[in-house]
């Protein structure tokens, strides 16, 4: 009996020692807002033109907001020697009606497994490219998230997208000098390279100076790049956008013609200064759908070949009038399609801002994005306005205002 006496003490202080070394913390976010959109496709007129109607709806912040959201388990445990082993796994959902975000995957925002250590960190499984991670914070998503990206987020700084299959390394801070690195198997049989992905990235700051460079390349886009999601489709199917019928409006026209690539490449850069209580912050980027024709990867039904360039640029400023208030504005352009010396289209916009804190976890957000198009666009019709997150517009121009609200746990 003495001996039965000394175990639970020793078994309670087992478990208290492991649970020191190891933690789980739940986290997420909810967004949510009413939106007024002009000139939303609704399908098309009797005699072929595009038809559009004015709305005004809720939605949840990742259908049409500043932030999707979303709910999380991140994990480490504690290895020794100043390794640990890390997880998360983090859901978005539609606030609005209940349902999953990311075409239907349960964790469909994130979700890996992997090691940190004083050499840096490598993670395995559905991940951000690094491209993104170390470019995004220079893009106009510093003030208004990703309604602030530019027409379908051509250039995926508004991270949109995710890699599925990912392998990651991001290095330590070193002096400020950071790096990283990603791969994606494209899983695909005979074909090693097949639907791959492969990413670069790296950044640096000193004082209030900072700046970034990325390099994103994936094969087969339409599947790999845009066709990573449970809805996604086939080959056969168009995962970049939708040509809309008589009765349902089109979806990213500025680049769903484009399928058929080979190859998706975006090289991109940012800089940011902050001085006091203002950021200056501006991100350039070159975004490319090469070897259109490949009829193994998507439809081309309007029989492109060659490569569509979008070359684009952004520039963005925020400002703290008080420690609560942040006010901001952003103008961003882009020029590109043009496939196989075909057309080519120009999109602009401007962007307001307002962000009110209520506290460290809650605010409340007003913006207002305003976009014209000019060109024709990689459908083959005179360009509409594509503001990200919206049903595009059915004439060039294109007005989105949102008031919504952020709570954060």
């Known amino acids: 009996m003495k001996k039965c006496r000394w175990l639970l003490p020793l078994s309670l202080f087992a478990a208290s020692a492991a649970q020191a070394q190891s933690s789980v913390t739940l986290y997420g976010l909810i967004d949510v807002g009413i939106n007024y959109v002009n000139n939303a496709q609704t399908g098309r007129n009797p005699d072929g033109s595009l038809a559009g109607k004015s709305v005004v709806s809720m939605s949840d912040g990742g259908a049409r907001g500043i932030t999707g959201s979303r709910w999380g388990l991140r994990g480490t445990e504690d290895l020794g020697g100043g390794l640990s082993a890390i997880f998360t796994l983090e859901n978005g959902f539609n606030i609005n009606n209940g349902t999953l975000s990311q075409g239907g995957a349960e964790f469909g925002r994130q979700v890996y497994v992997g090691l940190s250590s004083p ?97 994103y390349n994936g094969r087969d886009p339409n599947l790999a790049s845009f066709g990573n999601n449970p809805n996604s489709g086939p080959a056969t199917s168009n995962n970049l956008g939708s040509f809309g019928t008589a009765t349902s409006p089109q979806s990213n026209p500025i680049y769903a013609g484009y399928a058929s690539a080979s190859t998706f490449e975006i090289y991109s850069a940012g800089a940011s200064y902050k001085i006091d209580d203002a950021t200056l912050a501006v991100s350039l980027s070159h975004s490319a759908f090469e070897g259109l024709g490949n009829t193994e990867a998507g439809p081309n039904p309007l029989g492109y070949h060659g490569t569509a360039i979008f070359n684009n640029a952004a520039l963005t400023v925020s400002y703290f009038a008080t420690p609560a208030l942040q006010l901001g504005g952003a103008y961003t352009y882009t020029r590109g399609g043009g496939a196989g010396g075909r057309g080519g289209a120009t999109w602009q916009q401007g962007i307001l801002g307002v962000q009110y804190f209520l506290s460290k976890r809650t605010e409340l957000y007003l913006f207002g994005v305003y976009q014209a198009a000019s060109g024709t666009d990689s459908l083959g019709q005179p360009a509409v306005a594509n503001i990200e997150l919206m049903t595009p517009s059915s004439t060039a121009h294109q007005f989105v205002g949102r008031a919504g609200l952020v709570q954060r746990f």
């Not at 987020?153 to 990651?168: E, F, Q, S, Y």
């Not at 790096?179 to 992905?197: E, V």
């Open 119 to 215: 050499y840096g960190t490598f993670t395995a499984g559905r991940q951000y490219d690094t491209q993104a991670d170390f470019v995004a914070p220079y893009s106009p998503s510093l003030i208004v998230g990703i309604s602030g990206s530019l027409p379908g987020d051509v250039d995926g700084l508004g991270h949109t997208r995710r890699t599925n299959n990912a392998l990651k390394f991001v290095s330590p801070n070193w002096r400020g000098f950071m790096f990283g690195a990603m791969y994606s198997l494209g899983g695909r049989a005979g074909n090693f390279t097949g639907s791959q992905i492969w990413a670069l990235g790296a950044s640096y700051a000193l004082n209030g100076f900072s700046a970034g460079v990325g390099y």
